[in-house]
């Protein structure tokens, strides 16, 4: 997401360790839970952030749900250049600029990707704009702009925000969902987009101290004193369980959400 995620960038990347009592262990990290061990095929895998483009891609599906009469070829349209623009571009150039995942894809591949997957996703949006409502194709430079300000920090990072990342990638997919397959911005589509935003934003929230632990935290030493008086020794993996697992949770809601849905418009 995009760093979904998608937050400040650290400049380097340190194996997370901690350090329980006297002991002193270094535990390198995944640069994401979702990240494979590097190498190869894995590289490209994580490239994609799982999770994350599949809960982005929900909100193109919500919204186009959310329309009168469902017209499933522009919706499956709009998710597929989403699926590009998104999960393959917008990834693509995250990487190529700080390589947050730590993947050994060349940059020249990096470039190939973005380029080509951008460039799909505008020609599927403006080829739909000619076939159904010419004023759609409003909507692709739009959408290339966050693409690339928001992923290449331009402007010294200033659609590089929290509220940049909820309107571009939960707002504004929602809304293009709906006006794919309705034609027309309505209600429900302004409402569901809100709640893409607000949810965005605790997405955000929440990743944002999970990478900072993962990457650029050097070292945890502490313990936990109870009411009791007992004592429960503080590492990194226990630092970061409670947020990795609510994100967790909220990518498969939010994709059972659309799924269910699509099940009730069929």
């Not at 993947?103 to 403006?126: E, H």
């Not at 893409?196 to 935290?217: D, E, G, I, P, Y």
Request: net charge neutral; charged share 15%.
């Amino acid at each position: 997401m995009s760093r979904t995620s998608s937050e400040s960038r650290p400049d380097d990347f340190v194996a997370l360790s901690h350090k329980v009592g006297s002991a002193d262990a270094e535990t390198p990290a995944r640069p994401a839970f979702y990240a494979l061990a590097p190498g190869g095929w894995r590289d490209y895998v994580t490239l994609l952030h799982p999770p994350y483009t599949a809960w982005h891609l929900s909100y193109v599906v919500i919204g186009g749900c959310l329309a009168p009469v469902v017209a499933w070829g522009r919706l499956g349209a709009a998710v597929a250049a989403f699926a590009l623009a998104v999960g393959i571009g917008a990834h693509a150039l995250d990487e190529l600029s700080g390589r947050p995942l730590r993947t050994a894809i060349p940059d020249r591949m990096l470039v190939a990707l973005a380029a080509a997957s951008i460039a799909a996703a505008c020609a599927i949006g403006l080829a739909g704009a000619a076939l159904f409502e010419p004023w759609l194709a409003l909507l692709v430079p739009i959408g290339l702009f966050l693409v690339v300000a928001y992923n290449l920090e331009l402007a010294g990072g200033r659609f590089h925000s929290d509220l940049w990342f909820g309107l571009a990638w939960g707002g504004f997919p929602v809304l293009c969902g709906y006006v794919a397959v309705a034609g027309e911005i309505g209600v429900a589509a302004v409402l569901a987009a809100a709640f893409a935003v607000v949810l965005s934003l605790a997405q955000r929230t929440l990743s944002n101290h999970v990478r900072h632990l993962r990457r650029r935290v050097t070292a945890v030493d502490g313990e936990l004193e109870l009411a009791d008086g007992t004592r429960e020794p503080l590492d990194a993996q226990r630092l970061i369980d409670t947020e990795e697992r609510a994100l967790r949770l909220l990518a498969l809601a939010t994709v059972l959400l659309a799924a269910a849905l699509v099940a009730a418009r069929l």
